[in-house]
C-alpha cells in the first residue's frame, strides 16, 4: 500500500519553515535582526525552547547568525553569490561594466514584465511609494537620496516580480553596485539634467506598471538602462580625453 503514518509535524519545524520562506522570499533581508525571542516567541505562538530549536537548525545551515550581546540576525546569504576574486576582475575589467548593463537590461526588462502581469496590487503600491519618494528626493541639491531610491525602486520591481531565485541574484547584483564594483552611480546623478532624464525614465517604468501594460513596462526599463549604457560609455571617454587634454596641457607649458 501507498500510504504512510501521518507524523505530528514539532513545533519547532514549523518555525523553521516560516522563516525559510520570509529569507526565500525576501521579506527579511540579509543583515536584518529578528525580534528578540521573547517577542518572537509571542508572535509565533511558540514556547521559547522550540523557538530555540528552531533558531539552532537554522544557524547550523548558515541562514541565522548569533552576534553576542546583540541578538539573532539573518546571514549574509549574499556574500556567497561572487568570490572575492571574481569582484576583483570585475572591477579591473571595463568590459564587465557593460555586460553588466546588458545583464541588468535584459533581466530587469523581464521582472517588469512579470511585475506587470504577476503583481499583487500592493506591491505597485509599493513601487509607486518608493518613485513618489524619488520624485521629492530630486527636488534636493544633493543627489544622495535620488541615488539610494534608484536602487530601490529597481529592486521593488523584481520582488513584485515574484520570481525568488531573480530576487536573489539580483539582490546580489545591487550589492556589488552599491560597493562601486562597476561604476559610481551617483556620478549619474551629478548632472541636473541627466537627474531629470533619469526621473522621467523611471516615471516611465511606474506608469507601464501601474497600467499593468507588460509591454510598455518592459520597453521602459529597456530605454532606461540603454540611456544608462550610453551615458556611462560618455563618461568613460570624457575622462579618457581629459587625461590626453593634461598631457597636451602640461607639454605646451613646458615647451
Not at 91 to 117: C, K, Q
Not at 194 to 208: E, K, P, S, W
Given at each position: 500500500m501507498p500510504y504512510t503514518r501521518i507524523q505530528t509535524e514539532k513545533?519547532?519545524?514549523?518555525?523553521?519553515?516560516?522563516?525559510?520562506?520570509?529569507?526565500l522570499r525576501g521579506i527579511l533581508r540579509p543583515g536584518e535582526r529578528l525580534p528578540s525571542e521573547r517577542e518572537l516567541s509571542d508572535r509565533m505562538g511558540v514556547s521559547r525552547p522550540s523557538l530555540r530549536d528552531a533558531?539552532?537548525?537554522?544557524?547550523?545551515?548558515?541562514?541565522?547568525?548569533?552576534?553576542?550581546?546583540?541578538?539573532i540576525y539573518v546571514a549574509e546569504v549574499l556574500g556567497s553569490a561572487f568570490s572575492d576574486a571574481l569582484v576583483q576582475l570585475?572591477?579591473?575589467?571595463?568590459?564587465?561594466?557593460?555586460?553588466?548593463?546588458?545583464?541588468?537590461?535584459?533581466?530587469?526588462?523581464?521582472?517588469?514584465?512579470?511585475?506587470?502581469?504577476?503583481?499583487?496590487?500592493?506591491?505597485?503600491?509599493?513601487?509607486?511609494?518608493?518613485?513618489?519618494?524619488?520624485?521629492a528626493a530630486h527636488l534636493k541639491r544633493d543627489p544622495t537620496d535620488e541615488a539610494g531610491l534608484d536602487a530601490e525602486f529597481h529592486l521593488s520591481i523584481i520582488e513584485a516580480s515574484h520570481n525568488v531565485i531573480m530576487l536573489h541574484m539580483m539582490r546580489s547584483m545591487?550589492?556589488?553596485?552599491?560597493?562601486?564594483?562597476?561604476?559610481?552611480?551617483?556620478?549619474?546623478?551629478?548632472?541636473?539634467?541627466?537627474?531629470?532624464?533619469?526621473?522621467?525614465?523611471?516615471?516611465?517604468?511606474?506608469?507601464?506598471?501601474q497600467a499593468r501594460d507588460p509591454q510598455a513596462a518592459r520597453a521602459a526599463v529597456e530605454a532606461h538602462l540603454t540611456y544608462v549604457e550610453l551615458s556611462l560609455a560618455d563618461q568613460i571617454k570624457?575622462?579618457?580625453?581629459?587625461?590626453?587634454?593634461?598631457?597636451?596641457?602640461?607639454?605646451?607649458?613646458?615647451?
Open positions: 513545533l519547532s519545524q514549523s518555525v523553521v519553515r516560516q522563516i525559510e520562506q520570509l529569507i533558531v539552532a537548525d537554522l544557524q547550523a545551515r548558515g541562514l541565522l547568525i548569533s552576534r553576542a550581546g546583540a541578538g570585475f572591477a579591473s575589467h571595463e568590459e564587465a561594466v557593460f555586460d553588466y548593463i546588458a545583464f541588468r537590461r535584459d533581466m530587469e526588462g523581464l521582472a517588469a514584465e512579470r511585475a506587470a502581469r504577476l503583481a499583487s496590487d500592493t506591491d505597485l503600491k509599493v513601487v509607486d511609494a518608493i518613485f513618489q519618494k524619488m520624485e545591487y550589492d556589488l553596485l552599491r560597493q562601486g564594483v562597476f561604476y559610481n552611480r551617483q556620478m549619474m546623478f551629478r548632472n541636473r539634467t541627466t537627474r531629470g532624464m533619469l526621473l522621467d525614465q523611471h516615471r516611465a517604468i511606474n506608469v507601464g506598471l570624457a575622462e579618457r580625453n581629459e587625461v590626453i587634454a593634461q598631457q597636451r596641457f602640461e607639454h605646451e607649458r613646458t615647451r
